[in-house]
């Protein structure tokens, strides 16, 4: 093999031996390193994640009967709908509306009662074709009164002895102002004008003037629309703060 040849084997050699050696001393610095766990990111929490309202967790008609002689106050102000009850009948009319319970409205369940949801609630169409399917064959009814007068609104459905429940999602069981008594006076007063202020967070707004829709967001910005019992507000939060609240009829 002429000597040139030879040379630069040795050179090639020479340069893997070396590589190897490095490649080796690099795992074994790493190996002996502690291993560094990712860092999550830091979620500042607040007073009011520290609140965990209580749960009935009821499952049938019977269950829901635990209601009966307790008040409730409703969590989703202006989307619950109420209807009139005919106390002789023992029959709401679920096909005329009276009127939507305000937030955080307080009332006082009288009786729980099941009866046949109407032909409108029954079925519901598969989008996109004629199939029709059969959703709900009855209504689970709180019945409360209020202005002297008897009426009623849904704690659920149920169809075929199966049932759905959803007196955890729109009802506190606790009264609100015992659940966050660490709010400020004055936020309580503004709520309870059902007045919304710049410097209350999203639920304090809700409690004032019930639920909004999203209308926009970016960045820490975020925009909803509050029907408000029908004088409508525009609030406009940022990094969770009302900043501008304004007229939106």
């Known amino acids: 093999m002429p000597s040139k040849i030879k040379r630069a084997v040795l050179l090639v050699l020479v340069v893997l031996v070396l590589a190897a050696g490095l490649r080796l001393l690099m795992i074994y610095h790493s190996r002996r390193e502690p291993w560094k766990l990712p860092q999550a990111p830091k979620v500042k929490l607040t007073s009011d994640d520290y609140v965990v309202p209580r749960k009935l967790h009821a499952y049938d008609l019977v269950s829901l009967q635990q209601l009966v002689g307790q008040p409730v106050w409703i969590r989703g102000g202006y989307q619950l709908a109420y209807y009139p009850y005919n106390v002789a009948g023992k029959r709401a009319d679920l096909n005329h509306k009276a009127g939507l319970l305000g937030p955080i409205e307080r009332v006082e369940v009288t009786e729980v009662i099941q009866q046949p949801s109407p032909p409108s609630l029954q079925w519901q169409s598969i989008p996109g074709s004629n199939v029709r399917v059969h959703v709900r064959s009855h209504e689970l009814l709180a ?5 002297s007068q008897r009426y009623a609104f849904s704690l659920g459905y149920g169809n075929d002895g199966d049932y759905k429940i959803l007196a955890d999602d729109i009802l506190y ?19 309870e004008r059902h007045e919304a202020r710049p410097g209350m967070n999203e639920l304090q707004v809700q409690f004032a003037i019930g639920v909004g829709a999203l209308e926009s967001y970016g960045g820490s910005q975020r925009v909803l629309r509050y029907d408000n019992g029908g004088k409508p507000l525009r609030v406009i939060f940022v990094d969770g703060k009302a900043e501008n609240v304004q007229d939106a009829s």
């Open 173 to 191: 069981y606790q009264d609100p102002h015992q659940l966050y008594q660490h709010w400020p006076q004055e936020v309580w007063n503004a709520i």
């Open 143 to 147: 019945i409360f009164e209020k202005d």
